[in-house]
């Protein structure tokens, strides 16, 4: 299928945009169903046809897709054998679009999922033509079996028991992982990918994914298209860190959702559970901008966005004012009302974690605890049908049963049940009714990822005059009461409720007596509160918020150079400067060669060692490298370091040509044999007297930080602390080291998992400043220039080169060769980059290769020192 992408890694390379012709104003083809596609990029179209395509590309669009259709499929009534559809009005999928924006409302939405029916092959071809051309909708066919081991089996045996903290220690909690069903759930989030490149124009469409059924799908979009806009919503809960690294693949869900430009919770304990994920299993650090809080991936700024989602409040109101639910309402007024009976209410799904049995206990406690509500008070269980199956589900039906039928042989009487249970479906006309006439709404869920079920209570005791009227209220002061357990997602956004901790029986029943016990009045401004935040934060206010936040994160798309590396579900796009590329060995080698002035300025830790090495001691193949490139007349060669100067001679002590510069550069020597010097006057140290302290207190109470002092800096290192508690303590300690030393002649800094307090003004720019300046007393100008490292540090190296070579009088001519090079693809000062350390040391090799060569051949040998005069000839460095 011709598309418009930006994956030919070949044009990439050459730094070019790659170039699509016509198609760069046409939208792709349209595949409408199998084998069937839409050829839109025929020439033939005459003038109307053409402008009634620019007018259609004028129009944003949204690509929503979840697990299901926002669709109904039922078998035609007139018998002959075709389907019919329906919208589904309980679907989110569907309400997001209600409240949106006018210029959103103008947005065409396409939508993508499985049908709750099989159909069969033989229909699937008709089927997939009527939804997309009368719905805008794409079914996802998944075979029935590939279906059960993705659904029934991954997604609710394992990720969604887990995401509600469910460890599976047996097989009969959560059950253990299984790779096959892995597998499944891998399969059918690539089936969902190839139906969105079925209708996607990658660079237009907006991309929407619901819920972890497809955690895995950003990935497989980004692979196909590096700019495509997308975003993730999870309206599950997601677990702390100790929960979910139990996880096998962990990181491949990380990984694939970081692939989103926006990822969306319902709660900030969800997004601050994920990021501490991403932090301590992938080493990633996030910040706050604005308000916004991004983690930097790859030179992607990933988004974070914290919202709850709402409730439909059109489609509320038109079932309240439904004759039918009104015709309810009378019902249950005669039933209970009728008998001073007052209905507590909870609806809940047939699940373990819906705590359903925890509230039956609650109210047993109850009317254990307070004879005076017996008769009285009466706890109507609306449980829906479950969404998963099993053992689990079989165990709570049955453990309900049984503690109904005690509660109520206890406490109940021929006309008097303490509890009904309603374990048959309910239109929602019928549970609208119930929640009219009910005087408090109890949901006591041990976990749940949001809940709706009490914004749909508060609006509905709202009511309506036809409503009032039954209930024979005559104030226009409405009142209701919830009583939620803390462990729900919508729990924050009700501050007026009682929370409760469900697994407290004797609280939860308290908290019940309060609610029936509470005064008019004060019910009167719980409701009030909770129906401004209720009716002002309704789902079109959700995704019209998150929709923007999407634009905002994708707005320079266009403008960036993206390249995909890694393979499998470790794909993710780096995001790179237009004239960042991979240092070629061959061609530096081939400059090399060619060149008689050289200077070498390399970064120790990270460059020639890699960072997570335990021994950080140079090995002999190093020594040996850097004495070959030493002795070659035409090399000068800087080492440059931020440790100690005691440390960087003990181990280049075999290294006798070899210049080094300690502690950022404040400390420079040329040759083994000299005296080391200072970059500037001679540091007063006496602020280590208020930094000692201070550090060693963090040390003291961050477990696995360390300090080191040297001679003008001292650091701080939490690389061994809890990445979570040492990112948390080294800002606190930046803020504290920043307040007691203002007055004195240091700068404080953070940089991979390190605080640093050194002289203000030393960087390891000042080595190349310096190296410069003795280079043009002496009038040498070199033509060729590499320059190394891997971090924040080395960065002030790179600026420095890149300034340096843009001056006019500098040291560098036009004519040298410059290559600054970072370790790792990221954002950076240099030009370009290569992969690892153990690359570092394979070009120093060659390089080293090289200078032996030539001097076997005698070609490296170097005139002496002009007597005057500034030459550009081939003079020794130094």
Known sequence: MVSKSYSNLLDLVSGESPSFGKMNSRIPRVMTAAGIITDVDDEEDDDDNSSSSKSTLLRDRTIVVGNQLPIRAHRSEDGDGGWDFTWDEDSLLLQLKSGLSKERTEMDFIYIGCLRDEIPISDQEEVAVILLESYHCVPTFIPPDLFSRYYHGFCKQQLWPLFHYMLPLSPDLGGRFDRSLWQAYVSVNRIFADKILEVI????????????????????????????????????????????KTLPVREELLRALLNS?????HTFDYARH????????LGLSYESKRGYIGLDYYGRTVSIKILPVGIHMSQLHSVLNLPETEAKVSSLIKQFNGSNQIMLLGVDDMDIFKGITLKLLAMEQLLKQHP??????????????ARGRGKDVRDVQAETHEMISRINQTFGSPRYKPVILIDWPLQFYERMAYYVVAECCLITAVRDGMNLIP??????????????????????????????????????SLSGAIRVNPWNIEAVAEAMGSALATPDS????????????????????????FLSDLERTCREHGTRRCWGIGFGLGFRVVVLDTNFRKLSMENI????????????????????????????????RSIQILNSLCSDPCNLVFLVSARSRATMSEWFSSCENLSMAAEHGYFIRLKRDVEWETCGPAADCSWKQIVEPVMKLYTETTDGSTIEDKETAIVWSYQDADPDFGTCQAKELLDHLESVLVNEPVSVKRGRHIVEVKPQGVSKGLVVDRMLSMMRERCIIPDFVLCIGDDGSDEDMFEC??????????????????????VGKKPSKARYYLDDAAEVVRLMKGLSSVSEYQHQQNQARLPPLPPSGCSTSTTAPL
């Open 201 to 244: 124009n990658p660079d237009d469409d907006f991309v929407w994914v619901h819920d972890y059924h497809l955690m895995v799908l950003p990935t497989f979009l980004r692979k196909r298209f590096n700019r495509v806009k997308l975003g993730f919503f999870l309206h599950s809960p997601f677990p702390s860190s100790e929960i979910y």
């Open 589 to 620: 080698v081939l400059v090399y060669r060619q060149t008689k002035i050289r200077v070498i300025l390399l970064d120790y830790d990270g460059t020639l060692i890699p960072q997570g090495s335990i021994d950080k001691s140079p090995s002999a």
């Open 455 to 492: 914004y749909e209570y508060v609006i509905s005791r709202q009511g309506t005059p036809k409503l009032d009227k039954l209930l024979g209220s005559t104030s226009d002061l409405k009142k209701s009461m919830l009583v939620l357990s803390e462990f729900i997602g919508c729990s924050p």
């Open 801 to 822: 080169i890149s300034t340096a070579t843009a001056t006019a009088d500098s040291s560098l001519a036009n004519a040298t060769e410059v290559f600054a090079c970072t």
């Open 261 to 265: 430009d926006l990822i969306g919770f």
């Open 372 to 385: 005076k509500w017996r008769g009285k008070v009466v706890l109507v269980q609306i449980a829906n049908p």
């Open 274 to 281: 994920f990021l501490s994920c991403c932090s301590r299993m």
């Open 522 to 545: 004060e019910k009167h401004l719980r409701h009030d509160k909770h129906y401004r935040y209720v009716s002002t934060h309704d789902v079109g206010y959700w995704a019209q918020s």
